[in-house]
């Protein structure tokens, strides 16, 4: 699976849109990309997954550059209860179980 | 309604005693999933059971174990805890089919060692 890059840590004013941007300029033909987050003392939740359309879901956008090189993620009106670590993870469209290889993540802190 | 159920939320036991963390779903999903987390990383898969077929992962040490009875549950048995297997246990499951692999998480079992 391809490796990403994500900034160690954001801020966002409650209410304001978030953009959590990703980087994973290695991604191959068949890779999707999928965003999961994992708030204080709780499991991952999966948030949103694309191949190289923009996809919407009632959590959030996800935008993927047309290169595929790129993506982000958009929470349209942050909450307090979006604070919370943000995984963007590559792996390939598969038939077989295949891990999740989580990064170091973004770590997100919506504020007042 | 949970899905992926985890017990118990803390465990703690003591230096060398086995221990076994349980996880349940009710999803009817084929894969389930261990993974464990240390304080402030990322998670990190131990091994996973496709229907019945058990996957260890390369450099999950031996003192983990796993047993998986039936479709619903799955057990992870630490042989002879040491302090650095304290840890949050993350169970998840998932149903695969080409073109969707999502994993669903439990809350996770925080795994105490004194």
């Known amino acids: 699976d391809a490796k990403t890059t994500q900034p160690t840590s954001m801020d966002c004013a409650e209410g304001r849109a978030a953009n959590l941007p990703c980087n994973h300029s290695?991604?191959?033909?068949?890779?999707?990309v999928y965003w999961y987050r994992q708030i204080h003392s709780q499991g991952p939740q999966y948030i949103i997954h694309?191949?190289?359309n923009n996809e919407t879901n009632e959590m959030a956008s996800l935008i993927i550059t047309e290169d595929r090189k790129s993506s982000t993620l958009i929470l349209p009106h942050a909450t307090l209860r979006d604070t919370a670590v943000y995984y963007c993870?590559?792996?390939?469209?598969?038939?077989?179980?295949?891990?999740?290889?989580f990064g170091t993540g973004t770590r997100l802190q919506v504020t007042l | 309604d949970a899905m992926v159920i985890q017990n118990p939320r803390y465990q703690v036991t003591q230096f060398g005693k086995p221990v076994t963390l349980s996880c349940s779903q009710t999803?009817?999903?084929?894969?389930m999933y261990w993974y464990q987390q240390k304080s402030s990383q990322a998670p990190k898969l131990l091994f996973h059971?496709?229907?019945?077929?058990?996957?260890n992962e390369a450099d999950t040490p031996d003192n983990f174990q796993s047993r998986r009875p039936n479709t619903s549950f799955c057990f992870l048995d630490i042989r002879s805890p040491g302090l650095g297997d304290a840890a949050m246990y993350l169970c998840?499951?998932?149903?695969?089919?080409?073109?969707?692999?999502?994993?669903?998480f439990g809350a996770g079992t925080r795994l105490s060692v004194l």
């Open positions: 998840a499951t998932s149903r695969v089919a080409l073109g969707e692999n999502i994993q669903y």
């Open positions: 290695t991604i191959s033909g068949n890779e999707y």
């Open positions: 694309g191949l190289k």
């Open positions: 993870i590559v792996r390939g469209r598969t038939g077989t179980a295949s891990k999740l290889t």
């Open positions: 999803l009817n999903h084929n894969v």
């Open positions: 059971y496709y229907d019945k077929d058990f996957n």
